[in-house]
Nanobody
Framework: QVEVVESGGGLVQPGGSLTLSCAAS????????IRWYRQAPGKERELVAG????????TYADSVQGRFAISKDNAKNMGYLRMNSLKPEDTAVYYC?????????WGKGTLVTVSS
């Protein structure tokens, strides 16, 4: 049974940090690239960061470059998104996506609210 679960969201003040986790099971995790997306209220879902299946290649949206760091641990079937210097505009539901060829798995998301 495939399962993808995000965690680590919450309320944080501007300038603060959070680490989101993505726990996956039910498939061969090491084959899959990970992408983190986010969707703010009233806006379309946007790609935030991505990492290759082996973890050697990462990409970031311009809006988070230098502040966010994506990683994955194939031994633990875990993905992570470290978010630093958070801004109010980072407020959104964050989703973990795992992709291998034409197969896509999604979690249900975790809410991040950046507010004073």
């Amino acid at each position: 049974q495939v399962e993808v679960v995000e965690s680590g969201g919450g309320l944080v003040q501007p300038g603060g940090s959070l680490t989101l986790s993505c726990a996956a099971s039910g498939f061969t995790f090491s084959y899959y690239a990970i992408r983190w997306y986010r969707q703010a209220p009233g806006k379309e879902r946007e790609l935030v960061a991505g990492i290759s299946s082996h973890g050697g290649v990462t990409t970031y949206a311009d809006s988070v470059q230098g502040r966010f760091a994506i990683s994955k641990d194939n031994a633990k079937n875990m993905g992570y998104l470290r978010m630093n210097s958070l801004k109010p505009e980072d407020t959104a539901v964050y989703y973990c996506n795992l992709r291998f060829s034409v197969v896509d798995y999604w979690g249900k998301g975790t809410l991040v609210t950046v507010s004073s």
